[in-house]
T-cell receptor, first 113, second 113 residues
Framework: SQQGEEDPQALSIQEGENATMNCSYK?????LQWYRQNSGRGLVHLIL?????REKHSGRLRVTLDTSKKSSSLLITASRAADTASYFC?????????????FGQGTILTVHP | DADVTQTPRNRITKTGKRIMLECSQT?????MYWYRQDPGLGLQLIYY???????NKGEISDGYSVSRQAQAKFSLSLESAIPNQTALYFC????????????FGPGTRLTVL
């Protein structure tokens, strides 16, 4: 399967702590994206990192990409209760998957006040 | 107004019924997608369309059909609904180019009894 794998499946932390989620994939990619989903809602794009980039920041988000290990991580610093959501990595795998995003299974993040 | 809208937002139907889910977008994007999400899982691609005349099957197209009525409208049909099609359905769009971020609608929660 070309599906991405994420870990942990669930993460529970206190407000103010950092949250780290990891994504691994099996194919060559053009870019890797992270999305957020509040319970039962549509996904919202958070950040995109290209295959020639190693790290990218957006506000309290930091994404790293290691193409040699085929892995990425999303770090949310100084978490807030409002960060409670599911987070998905997604990538374009190329080849017969041209133009189609493949999603990981997601990490459920719970931030306790 | 939301850029990507889906109707209905919730639907309960019975086995064997024909159901149509509709998606409209005001982003001016050529590419549109239909995904299915089951509890605790990532998104699986049902159908995708790169322009009005280009429609392609995704990973799980069996039991589904689509119609691209215009650049802005992409409908998903379940010809004869069955209980294991109970899921959250999302429409998404993206701009021209194979590796862009996607913009999601709010989803349709479908229950097949």
């Amino acid at each position: 399967s070309q599906q991405g794998e994420e870990d942990p499946q669930a993460l529970s932390i206190q407000e103010g702590e950092n949250a780290t989620m990891n994504c691994s994939y099996k194919t060559s990619i053009n870019n890797l994206q992270w999305y957020r989903q509040n319970s039962g809602r549509g996904l919202v794009h958070l950040i995109l990192i290209r295959s020639n980039e190693r790290e990218k920041h957006s506000g309290r988000l930091r994404v790293t990409l290691d193409t040699s290990k085929k892995s990425s991580s999303l770090l949310i610093t100084a978490s807030r209760a409002a960060d409670t959501a599911s987070y998905f990595c997604a990538f374009y795998a190329g080849g017969t998957s041209y133009g189609k995003l493949t999603f990981g299974q997601g990490t459920i993040l719970t931030v306790h006040p | 107004d939301a850029d990507v809208t889906q109707t209905p937002r919730n639907r309960i139907t019975k086995t064997g019924k024909r159901i149509m889910l509709e998606c409209s977008q005001t982003k001016g994007h050529d590419r549109m997608y239909w995904y299915r999400q089951d509890p605790g899982l990532g998104l699986q691609l049902i159908y995708y369309s790169f322009d009005v005349k280009d429609i392609n099957k995704g990973e799980i197209s069996d039991g589904y059909s689509v119609s691209r009525q215009a650049q802005a409208k992409f409908s998903l049909s379940l010809e004869s609904a069955i209980p294991n099609q109970t899921a959250l359905y999302f429409c998404a769009t993206s701009g021209t180019g194979p590796y862009n971020e996607q913009f999601f609608g709010p989803g349709t929660r479908l229950t097949v009894l």
